[in-house]
């Protein structure tokens, strides 16, 4: 089973999506993208931030929330949900093999549905009075730690 996954719940930015793709490729990381999103994954922005290393990238597209749950419930992976909403530190949390890490909107996070169905959420801890990260630079922390901790296992 692979270490970890990414999942993208309906994207907005393109630049946000090929920057994680690119950083997956790297590492070795499967990215889940749940459709729609805010872009064509042929646009031009996606590919000028994922470079050359789309063509080699992971992913999977899932046409929406109900049939990225089917396949995870299907295959009993821990989801965490990467949220503002959360108390649980990223730090806190222990990682296993198989976890998905699931990334909402950067407009919007994800709706009341996803958050009643995850169980699991956690949170980078920030400064007080600030909002969030850029989702790119909050994936690549996250699934660095999420990394660290399985590949030391």
């Not at 965490?80 to 959360?86: G, H, M, P, V």
């Amino acid at each position: 089973m692979t270490t970890i996954d990414i999942a993208l719940y309906q994207p907005d930015i393109p630049q946000n999506t090929g920057t994680i793709l690119r950083m997956a490729t790297c590492l070795d990381l499967h990215v889940h993208i749940i459709e729609p999103c805010g872009f064509t994954l042929n646009d031009r922005t996606l590919r000028r931030a994922g470079m050359d290393y789309l063509e080699r990238a992971s992913f999977t597209k899932h046409i929406s929330w109900s049939r990225f749950k089917d396949w995870q419930t299907e295959t009993g992976r821990r989801l965490l949900l990467a949220t503002t909403k959360a108390d649980r530190s990223f730090y806190d949390e222990t990682y296993q093999a198989g976890d998905i890490l699931l990334f909402g909107r950067e407009s919007a996070g994800v709706p009341d549905e996803v958050h009643d169905y995850v169980t699991d959420r956690i949170t980078i801890p920030m400064r007080e009075g600030e909002r969030s990260l850029n989702l790119a630079i909050s994936t690549a922390m996250i699934a660095t730690e999420a990394l660290r901790q399985v590949r030391a296992l």
